[in-house]
């Protein structure tokens, strides 16, 4: 099996920074992608930030461009997302999330994380 594990949330001050990881692990043989996702009180689950293949290529949410940044260490199957400005609106769960082949097929499937509790708050 696959699992994703969150770690690096907590409590922050506004303006404050964190720093979010996520490790993949179980039978991999290969990660096309991995992202970061959160869910606040009573909204949906929404798209933060993904990083698709080698090439460095990533998305953000309209919300965090130019305050948030993912990266990934592809030999430790691992993303980050750092997190700096941040708000109280960013107070969410963040969710990993990877499209992983855990088989040779090198067909990928999605799996999520338990998710991470961010708070930002005097």
């Known amino acids: 099996q696959v699992q994703l594990v969150e770690s690096g949330g907590g409590l922050v001050q506004p303006g404050g920074s964190l720093r979010l990881s996520c490790a993949a692990s179980?039978?991999?043989?290969?990660?096309?992608?991995m992202g970061w996702y959160r869910q606040a009180p009573g909204k949906q689950r929404d798209l933060v930030a993904r990083s698709t293949g080698d090439s460095g290529s990533a998305d953000y949410a309209d919300s965090v461009k130019g305050r948030f940044t993912i990266s990934r260490d592809i030999a430790k199957n691992t993303v980050y997302l750092q997190m700096n400005s941040l708000k109280p609106e960013d107070t969410a769960v963040y969710y990993c999330?990877?499209?992983?082949?855990?088989?040779?097929?090198?067909?990928?499937?999605?799996?999520w994380g338990q998710g991470t509790q961010v708070t930002v708050s005097s």
């Open positions: 179980g039978s991999i043989v290969s990660i096309n992608s």
């Open positions: 999330n990877a499209d992983v082949a855990p088989r040779i097929t090198l067909r990928y499937y999605n799996y």
